[in-house]
């Protein structure tokens, strides 16, 4: 059993449609993978249907752009059913993903590289939570840079030139709404970045007292040693331990398919936590 637990479409910021993500799952020989596009749950009616003919497990997921400590975190949902609270804060972060675009592109323009909204929208056909790897995209279009890595190294990553904030959902308030809504609750790669400061491991044991079922230890962004220090914390707090691609298609080059991947007892654990047939498919 190859389990994958997270991986992006087009209707975020992966270059595949839902559909082809789906078959290129199978070709890959998964058996199970989830869909987690940034702030939408708008990929996964057809990735289900997708899923069923090219004859691989669906997990409908999604990922949250949370805020805690004023650091980034990612959370991730499974089988996350209707709750109004939780659409009203995806809807608020989707607003202020579009909102900061005109001031990206002023950065831009002031930087001697203009890219207009049109070309932005453009690349960022099928999603409603516009990101900046639409504009990476946008700039690779233009010739500007070669790739999204090169852009976000030089012009988009926080303390860039062209970097612009937005809003991100209280952390606690992400895992308390996902169980509410009878979701799975997993904290994406935890320790990537400025976020292993913050999610200490109190912190953690804090945030499984009020319900969240685990932590994404294996992913690319996490090296060895990370990943060594995370797991007796996760184990200790009583966390499942996922694995998983972080696929995002072309637009990340270190996140194949399955490159990570998840226990199968570990799935059939967190499958217990949510009710996929519940799920909000869009
Ligand atoms: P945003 O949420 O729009 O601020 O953008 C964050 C997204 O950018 C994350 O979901 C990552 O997938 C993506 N990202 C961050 N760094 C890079 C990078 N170096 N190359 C490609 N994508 C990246
Ligand atoms: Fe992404
Ligand atoms: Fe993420
Ligand atoms: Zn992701």
């Not at 696929?247 to 059939?268: I, M, Q, S, V, Y």
Request: charged share 25%; proline share 4%.
């Amino acid at each position: 059993m190859r389990i994958d637990l997270h991986t992006h479409s087009r209707v975020s910021d992966g270059t595949d449609s839902p559909t082809e993500l789906m078959h290129k799952a199978r070709a890959a020989g998964l058996d199970v993978i989830a869909l987690c596009d940034h702030d939408t749950f708008a990929g996964l009616g057809e990735a289900k249907h997708a899923a069923a003919d090219a004859g691989v497990e669906f997990v409908p997921g999604i990922e949250i752009s949370c805020m805690y400590l004023g650091v980034s975190v990612h959370l991730l949902g499974y089988g996350v059913g209707a709750h109004a609270g939780l659409e009203a804060e995806l809807e608020q972060v989707r607003r202020s993903r579009s909102e900061r675009l005109p001031r990206m592109l002023a950065n831009l323009e002031a930087a001697g590289l203009p890219v207009t909204m049109a070309e932005v929208l453009a690349v960022s056909r099928d999603t409603p939570a516009i990101g900046r790897p639409h504009v990476a995209d946008a700039m690779v279009a233009r010739g500007y840079v070669a790739t999204r890595d090169e852009a976000f190294s030089h012009w988009l990553a926080e303390g860039r030139p062209v970097y612009v904030g937005r809003y991100g959902m209280d952390l606690e308030t992400g895992i308390r709404y996902v169980k509410q809504a009878g979701g799975a609750a997993v904290i994406a790669h935890p320790w990537s970045r400025q976020s292993k400061a913050v999610l200490t491991a109190g912190v953690l044991e804090e945030f499984a007292g009020i319900g969240l079922d685990g932590v994404e230890v294996d992913h690319p962004d996490h090296s060895v040693e990370v990943r060594q220090q995370l797991r007796p914390i996760a184990i200790k707090a009583g966390l499942l331990m996922t694995g998983s691609s972080d696929h995002h298609g072309l637009g990340k080059l270190h996140n194949d398919l399955g490159c990570e991947t998840t226990d199968p007892r570990t799935f059939a654990l967190l499958r217990t936590r949510f009710d996929a047939d519940r799920a909000v498919l869009g």
